[in-house]
């Protein structure tokens, strides 16, 4: 799947650093996850049907929250596909979508052990293309 890069309101920073967040997040994806998100849309129209499959037919994998105050979450694990000339590297990392009501459909979060623009080189209008794992 392919998204194009684009910046939001920063609110996922104060939530991704918060330690039982961190904590969780590890456990669950087996790596410490860089305190923010990097914010994709889907990049057109097929994207964004194959985003709609994954969120409806996807358990994914639950991330509860500490207490009340937070909501639930659900994290599909994925691989960031970086192509460099004829090199292919592969970046773990996940998408974390909040279950919220009137959650914005077209807006995917990712996170990963590195802050991605800086580490990829990218910035809001760029693509980014990704695999789901299973």
Known sequence: MTGIIFSDLGQAASFMALKWVQTALQQRLGFKPFPATLNVRPKDAA???????VRENAAGISLGP???SFCQARLYPIE??????T???KICGAILLP???N???DKIEIVA???LKEHLGVQDGDQLTWEFLN
């Open 47 to 53: 994207d964004a049907q194959v985003w709609g499959r």
């Open 66 to 68: 500490a207490n009340d």
């Open 80 to 85: 960031l596909v970086i192509q460099s000339g």
């Open 87 to 89: 090199k292919t590297d």
């Open 99 to 101: 279950e919220v009501k």
């Open 103 to 105: 959650y914005p459909s």
């Open 113 to 115: 052990p590195m802050r």
